[in-house]
């Protein structure tokens, strides 16, 4: 079955500081794997993804993530926090072999930012 | 939030009323999805459409109902029979295998 799990609730960072944020999943299949974000009160908003190709996957607002398919993880990275990327992120995945395009999510890590 | 709407913001309902969320998109989408958002667990898919008079149970479609009458509209009733409907809802829409663009969310509040 497929799953993601971000193992941690919430990340701290001063401001200027590199971040991380972790995601591992399992999927049967190829992985399809996504990062959003979400400010409180509002939709999701797609950051990146990992279809194929160079592991390494730059997105929006200076964030990037490394795909690692040893260890079935897509962490989160930017390398100097802002008090603005505090919010909510979601890892999600995609097993390539499931036609429903369904998108499994994680729990969700909160990320604060403190200046 | 891209072209995909959701109406009302906020939504306030007796116990024992059903109610209808609105979630509309402009992008020419075939596949459009309902989820749940309760605090600490993440996002939990309703029901999923793929195309026009289809539609498919996610993984908690009790007390929920969908219809896909349109391409771009995805209506989903929240029924008496949903025990605990107080949630964030999210509609979704996706014209690809990959990427889904979400809309504001509709938040119910059901005493």
């Known amino acids: 079955a497929q799953s993601v799990a971000q193992p941690e609730d919430q990340v701290n960072v001063a401001e200027g500081n590199p971040l991380t944020v972790k995601c591992t999943y399992s999927v049967s299949g190829n992985p399809y794997l996504f990062w959003y974000v979400q400010y409180p009160n509002r939709g999701l908003q797609f950051l990146l993804k990992?279809?194929?190709?160079?592991?390494l996957v730059k997105g929006s607002y200076g964030f990037e993530a490394e795909f690692n398919k040893s260890q079935t993880s897509f962490h989160l990275k930017k390398p100097s926090a802002l008090v603005s990327d505090s919010a909510l992120y979601f890892c999600a995945v995609r097993d390539g072999v499931d036609s429903s395009y369904k998108l499994i999510f994680g729990s969700g890590t909160r990320l604060l930012v403190r200046p | 939030d891209g072209g995909i709407t959701q109406s009302p913001k906020y939504l306030f309902r007796k116990e024992g009323q059903n109610v209808t969320l609105s979630c509309e998109q402009n992008?020419?989408?075939?596949?459009m999805y309902w989820y749940r958002q309760d605090p600490g667990q993440g996002l939990r898919l309703i029901y999923y459409s793929q195309i026009v008079n289809d539609f498919q149970k996610g993984d908690i479609a009790e007390g929920y109902s969908v219809s896909r009458e349109k391409k771009e509209s995805f209506p989903l009733t929240v029924t008496s029979a949903q025990k605990n409907p107080t949630a964030f809802y999210l509609c979704a829409s996706s014209g690809s295998p990959y990427e889904q663009y979400f809309g504001p969310g509709t938040r119910l509040t059901v005493t």
């Open positions: 990992y279809i194929t190709g160079d592991n």
């Open positions: 992008l020419n989408h075939d596949a």
